[in-house]
């Protein structure tokens, strides 16, 4: 464990809403990147999802169809 | 007119919150200095109930409920302010439900999976997980009860976090600590590599294969430039210091400190003995955080 001690302004900054004992708060920038990527992260998650459960599984079900016909044609 | 904010810094936690608080306690009773905060750098293993302990990635035999669930139900009481972010050994489907940072339990903050905070000022930004390149691509499709495969995956680094956090540059505000639980890549060469080589001498294969360390967060690293940055995973104390070119004449260093895990014989070897590893720091007076 590592101890620091960080001076700042005694009135601190407070740029978001207050989250806990007036000392905690929401970061108000961060909060709007949250809201402008929302339809990003929406819009990849979609995509990959339809990759990973759908074309994966599919080209790995081909793939080993391909290795057990190949071995069928040169046995 | 400035204060101190007084912030602790733990490692891996795995479970071991009893001990990090009364290390704390009694570190507040030997400086008689009140603790503001503690930042956890992940593998806390907030473990509720059985359920919990399914959803985390370490074998049987280290299933352990710990003592997290009195914390969950007062039993306990955390006597300081904890911020954490989320390791490789997580139940994961506590974090997941709070995706966007949230209350584990009363006074431990879940920073999220990305997420930034200001504490009396400070702003603090963190990630969670740790890098796999097979799964930076893809979304967060996993869903408890997980599978073998999803319990691994839930805590891989997505691109989305990465790239999140990234659109800070952007801001006004610098960030003054970042809180990670892997390591960025490439940060052995600002500081000791030759003694950290020493002591964990199997990295030298990884560092040179590029196995080791987070390539995301390197270049959130050299972004973002943060005064500090706090990271765990790899069970080894590192310090670096990492120079930043802003392009004016004032110079920008990144303080950087990897920490240990909590474990008998090296940090908390015992109640009596155990300060003489940590390293009490005098008022840091870096120009950036005095002009906060």
């Known amino acids: ?75 | 007119m400035q204060r101190t904010v007084n912030i602790a810094v733990q490692g891996c936690s795995h479970g071991e919150l009893d001990t990090i608080y009364q290390s704390i306690r009694d570190t507040e009773c030997r400086t008689g200095k009140k603790l503001d905060l503690l930042l956890l750098c992940g593998d806390l293993q907030c473990v509720r109930d059985a359920f919990d302990l399914q959803c985390v990635a370490v074998p049987p035999k280290y299933r352990k409920l710990n003592t997290f669930h009195q914390y969950v139900t007062g039993e306990k009481q955390s006597p300081v302010m904890t911020v954490f972010v989320g390791g490789n050994h997580e139940a994961s489907n506590i974090l997941q439900s709070l995706y966007l940072g949230g209350f584990v339990a009363p006074n431990i903050y879940f920073l999220g999976f990305a997420g930034v905070i200001n504490f009396k000022g400070l702003r603090i930004a963190g990630v969670s997980g740790i890098y796999n390149d097979r799964h930076y691509h893809c979304g967060h499709y996993e869903t408890p009860p997980y599978s073998e495969d999803a319990l691994r995956s839930v805590y891989h680094l997505r691109e989305i976090e990465a790239l999140r956090l990234e659109f800070l540059k952007f801001s006004s505000k610098p960030v003054d600590i970042f809180l990670s639980h892997d390591w960025p890549q490439n940060i052995w060469n600002y500081g000791k590599k030759e003694e950290l080589l020493r002591i964990k001498p199997y990295f030298q294969e990884d560092i040179a294969s590029g196995k080791l360390g987070s390539p995301p967060l390197n270049r959130l690293l050299m972004t973002l430039q943060p005064s500090f940055w706090f990271c765990a995973h790899l069970h080894v104390k590192f310090p670096a210091v990492v120079p930043h070119s802003t392009g004016s004449s004032e110079s920008k260093t990144t303080r950087f400190l990897a920490l240990d895990k909590v474990i008998p014989g090296r940090y908390f070897h015992s109640w009596s003995s155990r300060f003489r590893d940590f390293v009490l720091i005098p008022p840091i007076i870096l120009g950036d955080l005095c002009n906060i």
């Open chain 1, 1 to 75: 464990m590592q101890y620091l001690e960080i001076p700042v302004l005694s009135n601190g900054s407070s740029s978001g809403d207050v989250l806990f004992d007036n000392e905690l708060h929401f970061d108000s920038e961060w909060l709007a990147i949250l809201s402008k990527t929302y339809n990003l992260i929406q819009a990849r998650d979609r995509k990959n999802l339809f990759v990973t459960t759908k074309i994966e599984p599919l080209l790995a079900e081909v793939t080993v169809f391909l290795i057990f016909f190949l071995i069928f044609l040169f046995h």
